[in-house]
C-alpha cells in the first residue's frame, strides 16, 4: 500500500463470498455509531467502484458483501476497528489467524480492511496523524505481503539450519535407506515424489518440509493449519484445494512411512506436525532451497508487467563526493543484469569500453558479463547504435568458468534482487580488478530501489525520469531510446 493514503483499486482481494457470520451491520460490536460508519463506508465503496469504472461479479467484492466482511470484522474487534490505529489492525489479523472460518479468507479480509482505511481518511471519520497512517498502512502491506510470499520465506529461512556434524549426518542418511545413504540421493527422492503431484500440493508439501527442517518456523501451527496457511497464500481455490488433498495425504504418509518424517506433537494441543531426524535437517534443507529454484520458486517475485523505480547515484572511488551525480531511472521487474548496464551506461554517456560487475554489498553476491572475450559476445536484440555489453572490454569468455560465487548476469533480473523500496545493488565499472572478484578501483553506482509500480501494459521501458544536473531529462531519457526499441 502506499505511504500516504488514497483511493485503492476495489476488490484487490478477488471475488467475495460474503463475510464471515453473515451478520447484518446492526450486529456489529459498537452499536449505533458503528452502524453508520458501516453505512457510510458502503456509499462511498460504491462510487468507489463508479470511479473506476469497476463491478461487482467482474473480481471485485459487491458492496454487500464487502460490508458483511467488515460487520464480522469489527464484531471481532469489539468494535474498535472504527478507528483502524496499528495496534488494532495488529490484534485484529492475530484473531483472524486463530478463526478457522476467516483464516482461509485472508486475502478478503485484507481487501476489506486496506479498503476500509482508505475510507476512514478520505471520510475524516478517522482523524489520525500522517505518522498513524503510516503505521497502520505497514500493518496491510506487512500481512498482504506475509500472506502471499509465505512459501518463499520459509524456503528463505533454510539458510538458518544449523550444519550438522558429518558423522550425524552420515548415520543420518545411511538409517534413511530410500535415499540411498547420500544427501543426492534424498533431493532426487524427495524430488521424485513432487513430480507426480499437483504444483499446489508440492508447494505445500515443500513448505512442510521447511519446517521439518527447522522446526522453530510457525511454532504451535499443526500440519493441518501450515497447509492452510499456504494454500490461502497461493490463493487457492476450493476446487484446487481438494484437488491436491489426495496426493498431499499420499506423499507424506509415503515420507513417514519411508523414515524422512516423523510425527511430533504441538505444544499445548493435541494436533500434530512433522519434524525431520536432527542429522537430516541440513540435508533437508538443501533438497528444498534446490528443488525449489529448478522449480522456478524462488525468481522474480513482482507481477508480470510490475516497474521499478530506482535511483542510480554515482559513488565510490571514481566519483567526487559533491555535487552527487544520480539519474532516477524506471525498468521493467524483468529486466536482466544485462539491459541494466546498457542502460546505467547510457544514462550516464559512458562507453562502455571496461570491465564491469554488478554485486550485492550484504551477500557479497556477484553478477559479471559473459562473452565478451576474444571477439564472442552475445546478441542484444539488434538495438540501433548498442553493441554487446563489454565488447572492447576484457570478460567472462564464453564457456570460460565463473570465478565461485559468481554468476552470469544475464541469468538474473532485477526484480529478483531488488524486492522491497530500500533494497540496494552496486553496479561498478572501471576498474582492474572488476573480473576477478576483488575490491573495484573504479566508479561505483549504488543503485536502490525506491518503488515498486502496478503492472501497466503501455509502460514502455527503461525510461529516465529525473536526474542531478542541468541536462533536461527529456534529453537523458532520449538516450535511453533504443533500448526501448528493443
Known amino acids: 500500500m502506499p505511504k500516504k493514503r488514497k483511493g485503492g483499486t476495489p476488490g484487490g482481494g478477488g471475488a467475495s463470498r460474503g463475510g464471515g457470520s453473515g451478520a447484518s451491520p446492526r450486529g456489529a460490536a459498537g452499536g449505533a455509531a458503528v452502524t453508520a460508519t458501516l453505512l457510510q463506508f458502503g456509499r462511498w465503496y460504491q462510487r468507489h467502484l463508479d470511479d473506476s469504472g469497476s463491478a461487482p461479479g467482474d473480481g471485485h467484492a459487491s458492496g454487500d458483501d464487502i460490508r458483511a466482511m467488515l460487520t464480522t470484522l469489527f464484531d471481532l474487534s469489539g468494535g474498535r476497528l472504527r478507528s483502524p490505529r496499528a495496534e488494532v489492525l495488529e490484534t485484529l489479523l492475530d484473531r483472524v489467524e486463530d478463526d478457522d472460518g476467516l483464516w482461509p479468507r485472508l486475502?478478503?479480509?485484507?481487501?476489506a480492511l486496506e479498503h476500509y482505511l482508505d475510507f476512514a481518511v478520505e471520510s475524516g471519520s478517522w482523524d489520525a496523524s500522517d505518522d498513524e497512517i503510516d503505521a497502520s498502512d505497514e500493518v496491510l502491506a506487512v500481512a498482504s505481503e506475509s500472506a502471499g510470499g509465505m512459501l518463499v520465506t520459509l524456503i528463505e529461512a533454510m539458510d538458518d539450519v544449523d550444519d550438522v556434524e558429518p558423522v550425524n549426518e552420515r548415520v543420518a542418511l545411511q538409517a534413511f535407506a530410500a535415499g540411498g545413504g547420500t544427501?543426492?540421493?534424498v533431493a532426487d527422492y524427495i524430488d521424485a515424489a513432487l513430480a507426480e503431484v499437483t504444483d499446489l500440493a508440492a508447494e505445500r508439501v515443500l513448505g512442510l518440509l521447511c519446517v521439518a527442517a527447522l522446526p522453530e518456523l510457525l511454532p504451535g501451527r499443526s500440519t493441518e493449519r501450515i497447509v492452510a496457511m499456504l494454500d490461502v497464500a497461493v490463493g487457492a481455490g476450493d476446487a484446487e484445494r481438494r484437488d491436491a488433498d489426495a496426493a498431499t495425504h499420499a506423499v507424506l504418509e509415503r515420507f513417514e512411512s519411508d523414515g524422512l518424517l516423523r510425527a511430533g506433537a504441538v505444544a499445548g494441543s493435541d494436533e500434530q506436525r512433522l519434524e525431520a531426524a536432527p542429522g537430516l535437517r541440513g540435508v533437508l534443507a538443501d533438497a528444498v532451497v534446490d528443488i525449489a529454484d529448478a522449480r522456478g520458486l524462488l525468481g522474480n517475485p513482482h507481477a508480470p508487467g510490475s516497474g521499478l523505480v530506482v535511483t542510480a547515484t554515482v559513488i565510490g572511488a571514481g566519483a567526487s563526493s559533491e555535487p552527487s551525480v544520480w539519474r532516477r531511472l524506471v525498468f521493467a521487474a524483468d529486466t536482466d543484469l544485462g539491459g541494466v548496464h546498457l542502460a546505467v551506461q547510457l544514462a550516464f554517456?559512458?562507453?562502455d569500453e571496461h570491465p564491469h560487475r554488478f554485486r550485492v554489498e550484504e551477500t557479497d553476491e556477484l553478477f559479471l558479463s559473459v562473452g565478451a572475450r576474444g571477439g564472442e559476445s552475445r546478441s542484444w536484440g539488434g538495438a540501433p547504435g548498442i553493441g554487446a555489453p563489454g565488447v572492447g572490454a576484457p570478460g567472462i569468455g564464453v564457456g570460460d568458468e565463473l570465478p565461485e560465487g559468481a554468476e552470469d548476469e544475464l541469468e538474473v533480473q532485477l526484480g529478483e534482487l531488488l524486492v522491497?523500496?530500500?533494497?540496494?545493488?552496486?553496479?561498478?565499472?572501471?576498474?582492474?580488478?572488476?573480473?576477478?572478484?576483488?575490491?573495484?578501483?573504479?566508479v561505483r553506482v549504488r543503485i536502490r530501489l525506491e518503488e515498486v509500480l502496478e503492472p501497466d501494459a503501455q509502460l514502455v521501458l527503461p525510461r529516465c525520469v529525473a536526474s542531478s544536473g542541468e541536462q533536461p531529462v527529456e534529453e537523458i531519457d532520449g538516450l535511453l531510446t533504443p533500448l526501448r526499441l528493443r
Not at 107 to 111: Q, T
Not at 425 to 438: A, K, R, S
Request: overall charge negative; charged content about 40%.
Open 107 to 111: 486475502p478478503e479480509v485484507l481487501d
Open 183 to 185: 544427501a543426492e540421493g
Open 349 to 351: 554517456e559512458w562507453d
Open 420 to 442: 522491497e523500496p530500500g533494497d540496494e545493488l552496486d553496479y561498478e565499472y572501471d576498474g582492474d580488478d572488476v573480473i576477478e572478484g576483488g575490491g573495484s578501483s573504479g
